[in-house]
């Protein structure tokens, strides 16, 4: 059974600095993986997706990254801001249709 | 614009009542979903459409139910059998159930008077 995890559970980091999220998943036979951002009380933004066949992808100040070999996957976000403060949650489309989330990264950027 | 839309934002249920959450899409899209998502878990399906007429249990449908008469339309009734029904619950639509982007609802936060 697919298992995704994202670690850390809460971050926090000063404006301007550059930050990195994790997210593993235990079954690497995915068709893809999904970056997602909520704001409190909101309902999920997607920032980027990542076929099973790429490595990476790119949306301004954020890259993610996709190894599918290891079931990792990373999203860097650049020159941080205090708009990027959110919970940032990560999923996996998997072969049987269903898409699994993690639990989420809260991140706040502290002015 | 094109999106989803889900009503009411918040919504309150009686004991032993039936409460139903509409999600409505103008984005053409044939999948549906509803999620539900607790504090501190990720976001678990309840129900999944891939196609008018047609819908299946996603991992917690117990105490649920769904209907998909139309293509916009996949409204979640939570009803009495649901012993916990306090929770955020997140509407989604994708062009198909696979390997495409799925675009979310604002959420409606249910709660138990």
């Known amino acids: 059974k697919q298992e995704v995890t994202q670690i850390p559970a809460a971050l926090s980091v000063p404006e301007g600095e550059n930050l990195v999220l994790n997210c593993s998943f235990t079954d690497s036979a995915i068709y893809n993986l999904q970056w997602f951002r909520q704001d409190p009380g909101k309902g999920l933004t997607s920032l980027l997706l990542?076929?099973?066949?790429?490595r990476e992808q790119t949306s301004g100040r954020l890259n993610a990254s996709l190894d599918k070999s290891s079931g990792r996957s990373t999203l860097y976000i650049a020159a941080s801001q205090p708009g990027d403060s959110a919970t940032y949650l990560c999923a996996v489309l998997g072969r049987d249709d269903k898409i699994i989330f993690g639990k989420g990264t809260r991140l706040h950027i502290l002015p | 614009d094109g999106g989803i839309t889900q009503s009411p934002k918040y919504l309150f249920r009686k004991e032993g009542q039936n409460v139903t959450l509409s999600c409505e899409q103008n984005?053409?899209?044939?999948?549906m979903y509803w999620y539900r998502q607790d504090p501190g878990q990720g976001l678990r399906l309840i129900y999944y459409s891939q196609i008018v007429n047609d819908f299946q249990k996603g991992d917690i449908a117990e105490g649920y139910s769904v209907s998909r008469e139309k293509k916009e339309s996949f409204p979640l009734t939570v009803t009495s059998a649901q012993k916990n029904p306090t929770a955020f619950y997140l509407c989604?639509?994708?062009?198909?159930?696979?390997?495409?982007?799925?675009?979310f609802g604002a959420g409606t936060r249910l709660s138990v008077l």
């Open positions: 989604a639509s994708s062009t198909t159930v696979g390997s495409d982007i799925q675009y």
């Open positions: 984005l053409n899209h044939d999948a």
């Open positions: 990542i076929q099973s066949s790429q």
